[in-house]
């Protein structure tokens, strides 16, 4: 598929439009990234993504695959022969599908919850987040990555959450390494994936970044 035309459309802190380029980095996919001002969206988005007008589309020759985790799938059947992202057994293809929900069903609340409450609630804002990651911690187990030896779906749908730890971390006075040290010596290891290194915007710009949103 050498002649395929992929482009994807995303913004820079966001934990969902890193996924398609980390997936398509890790097949050795040729695409274009456009970057969408969420203010101002392009007519391309509004074209592409009629429906919820959201980032990140996928367009491959012309045609739109949305939504992060439906995209990486996506480019994993697509993009077959090299670095398989989801695994092979069905039943740990499906385990992996269902911890990929838990994180987008428990983790943009939880950390929301970290820079828009104080006090006692901010206290339990911290320790949701923190159980929510001792539980992925816990699939995680004394493995290199989830899917076991090798970097993957899984890894994908959590990693591209990790430059924003900084932040959350600095809002809320804690260390999640101090909570969770096999997860972030994970989260290491991934880093030093050239595919997750250079699709992560730097943690203390993400930390601005949410300054500046917060202050409206």
């Known amino acids: 598929m050498a002649d395929d035309e992929v482009v994807v459309l995303g913004f820079w802190p966001s934990m969902y439009g890193t996924r398609a380029r980390i997936a398509l980095d890790e097949k050795g996919v040729k695409y274009e990234y456009r970057e969408e001002d969420l203010r101002n969206k392009s007519s391309l988005l509004l074209q592409m993504n009629p429906v919820h007008k959201k980032i990140p589309v996928l ?43 838990f994180i987008d069903k428990k983790v ?15 206290e339990e804002a911290k320790k949701e987040f923190i159980d929510i990651l001792k539980q992925l911690e816990g699939e995680l187990g004394d493995k290199p990555y989830f899917g076991g030896e090798s970097f993957g779906f899984l890894d994908i749908a959590l990693i591209t959450s990790y430059n924003w730890f900084y932040a959350f971390e600095t809002l809320g006075n804690f260390s999640t390494e101090a909570e969770c040290p096999k997860l972030i010596e994970w989260a290491k290891r991934c880093m030093q994936r050239e595919s997750v290194s250079k699709s992560l915007a730097d943690p203390k710009k993400v930390y601005e970044f949410l300054l500046g949103w917060i202050a409206g």
């Open 59 to 101: 367009i491959h020759n012309g045609k739109p695959v949305c939504e992060s985790l439906i995209i990486v799938q996506y480019v994993d059947e697509v993009w077959e022969g090299k670095a398989p992202l989801l695994p092979s057994d069905p039943y740990q293809r499906a385990r992996a599908r269902v911890w990929a929900d």
């Open 108 to 122: 943009p609340d939880a950390r929301k919850k970290l820079w828009s409450t104080k006090g006692e609630e901010l």
